[in-house]
DNA sequence: TTGCCTTTGAAGAAG
DNA sequence: CTTCTTCAAAGGCAA
């Protein structure tokens, strides 16, 4: 990402961003503060907000160097994985994210995954218990974004060594072989010729870390087909565990027709954390598809993890290290403001990741619709804030807020606890988007109440563009210029977006026009918008009730 | 045992 | 074309 090219280096375009984080940066000191000062209020535990918030380098070099030491049980892969991760990244951007490459990557090869899956083939029940001293399996670092992806490594053929990899990369966008980024070339990229036939695997790069697929794995999916080879060496089995000699091109249908089990196939049945002893009939039936019901034999495919999800994957073990939290819930509504809090860069490696994330899901299953998951879950119960009226919603989700908040205090950072709900999309990354952000911000705290209602109507959606627009991932490579709305295509390459990255040369609704000019498109388009809610603060209220509407 | 809660983003469905 | 709904992860909690 040319964008972050220099760090502070940023270019064209970088002022205004970096102004804005600074704005961010002081608001979120300014938060600090309040929370230091709620801190007084609550117990000990406070004390982690700051660096929860600040990310101070020291204190996350500290855990990491505690935690190694009670690896013996980690608590879950992941969780340690994405400390380390995070460590790793501060260490490399000495605490601020300035390169958006993804440096990390050769580290990558550490062998010392030890993947508690892998070793135990599960999770220890404990494991999930033992928040309170998250342990690290591995004291090794790990790129943050690296753990975030495995799954499909079951395409690759085990039989490769990871060193094979293939020198060129396919474009997403362009669909030319490029040379790969100095990040995306892992010595383990892997590819086999034959599997994925010439489409390198997008997220390869990320893989190799993985311990922990990004998608849940079907239990046959933990299981390994090569026993030895999961059992073994950690990496290997990062590797070639879930690479399958089979698979040879992605099945038509969502159906892994190869039978073999992807991270992201679980079949409802047996959908269950990984390393759970059942053996899945999926698994074992390696063999072609069994002849059962489909839907009973269906394996279920997940989703592709958005960038949300997989930012999430990578901080949620960090947040809880750093928080006596340990409700999902809770943790959630942290991530989701740090989320807003984070960089266009860092935003953008996740959009990304997300990207390719997609891509690969699509390359994989080219039959799976999103829809076929539909129905699988069972339901949500939302709904009733549909027939809440605004008034009952907002009580709701004052509730709710009193019920988290408190947490957040603790823990939450930056950009609020004050806020308390408000997780005001907007402060950070409207901030980003516009000078006025300051003020905007600013207006945000004047006005918590927004935030109350946000959660309701998802007020986001209100500003968003169409929809399509940032996303369609896939399309994203082609360009997607089919956006009726009146977008202007903005290479934010020349503020130094990634070249790499689709999200910046998406176009921007016109409605956000004005913000493109400063702010990132698409994926940030909520940001812009949530900036011009900074703008209009005077009307912050209409945007409360549009949801209820 | 099951679903809820919570977050953002993507995608599909519905209007 | 816009809006709404569902699902993705995750783990404590409630029923």
């Given at each position: ?8 280096g ?28 709620e801190?007084?209020l ?18 996350d ?38 390169s ?15 993947n ?13 218990t ?30 490769t ?10 474009d ?49 999916g933990?299981r ?7 059992m ?21 249908h969502?159906l ?17 954390e ?12 390696k ?12 394996p ?23 928080c ?23 935003q ?7 990207r390719?994330?997609?891509?690969l899901h ?12 539909y ?10 804030k ?9 009580i ?44 905007a ?16 109507g ?55 026009l ?20 900074a ?15």
């Amino acid at each position: 990402m040319p964008q972050l090219n220099g760090g502070g280096g940023d270019d064209l375009g970088a002022n205004d961003e970096m102004i804005s984080f600074k704005d961010e940066g002081e608001q979120e000191e300014k938060i600090s503060e309040n929370v230091s000062a709620e801190r007084d209020l609550d117990d000990v535990k406070s004390s982690l907000v700051n660096e929860s918030e600040n990310n101070s380098s020291s204190s996350d070099s500290e855990q990491a160097e505690r935690r190694p030491q009670t690896r013996a049980h980690s608590e879950s892969y992941e969780k340690t994985r994405d400390y380390f991760s995070e460590a790793l990244r501060r260490q490399q951007d000495g605490g601020f994210f300035k390169s958006p490459h993804y440096p990390g990557y050769p580290f990558l090869m550490i062998p010392d995954l030890t993947n508690p899956y892998l070793s135990n083939g599960s999770l220890s029940p404990t494991a999930r218990t033992s928040n309170k001293v998250p342990v690290v399996q591995h004291g090794h670092h790990v790129h943050p974004l690296t753990p975030l992806i495995t799954y499909s490594n079951e395409h690759f053929s085990p039989g490769t060594p990871p060193s094979h990899l293939s020198p060129e990369i396919l474009d997403p966008k362009t669909g030319i072989p490029r040379t790969p980024h100095p990040s995306e070339l892992s010595p383990y990229y892997p590819l086999s010729p034959g599997a994925v036939g010439s489409i390198a695997h997008p997220l390869s790069w990320f893989m190799q870390q993985q311990g922990q697929p990004m998608y849940s794995i079907p239990p046959g999916g933990f299981r390994h087909p090569y026993p030895a080879l999961a059992m073994n060496a950690s990496m290997s089995s990062l590797v070639s565990s879930r690479f399958s000699p089979h698979m040879v091109t992605p099945p038509p249908h969502s159906l892994h027709q190869t039978g073999i089990p992807h991270p992201a196939i679980v079949s409802p049945a047996i959908k269950q954390e990984p390393g759970s002893d059942n053996i899945s009939p999926s698994m074992h039936a390696k063999s072609p598809v069994p002849p059962k019901k489909e839907e009973d034999k269906k394996p279920h495919i997940k989703k592709p993890l958005n960038a949300f999800m997989l930012y999430m994957k990578e901080m949620r073990a960090k947040v809880v290290a750093e928080c006596t939290l340990k409700e999902s819930a809770a943790i959630n509504q942290i991530l989701g403001r740090r989320w807003h809090s984070l960089s266009r860069e860092e935003q953008a490696k996740y959009y990304e990741l997300a990207r390719k994330e997609r891509q690969l899901h699509s390359q994989l299953y080219p039959g799976w619709s999103a829809r076929d998951n539909y129905g699988k879950r069972k339901k949500r119960k939302r709904d009733n804030k549909a027939d809440s009226k605004p008034e009952d919603f907002s009580i709701r989700n004052k509730k709710q807020c009193v019920q988290y908040l408190p947490s957040e205090k603790m823990c939450d950072s930056p950009a609020s606890s004050h806020g308390s709900m408000l997780d005001s999309p907007a402060t950070p990354s409207a901030a980003l988007a516009s000078p006025a952000a300051p003020a905007a911000t600013h207006s945000e705290q004047a006005q918590p109440l927004s935030l109350t209602t946000k959660p309701e109507g998802r007020m986001h959606h209100h500003f968003s563009l169409p929809g399509k627009a940032s996303g369609s991932s896939s399309s994203s490579s082609s360009s997607s210029s089919s956006s009726s709305q009146p977008t202007i295509s903005v290479p934010l390459a020349s503020s130094g977006s990634h070249p790499s990255t689709p999200i910046l040369t998406r176009p921007i609704p016109f409605t956000s026009l004005h913000h493109s000019m400063l702010s990132p498109p698409s994926p940030f388009h909520q940001a812009a918008l949530h900036s011009h809610h900074a703008l209009f603060q005077s009307q912050p209220l209409s945007l409360v009730t549009k949801p209820t509407e």
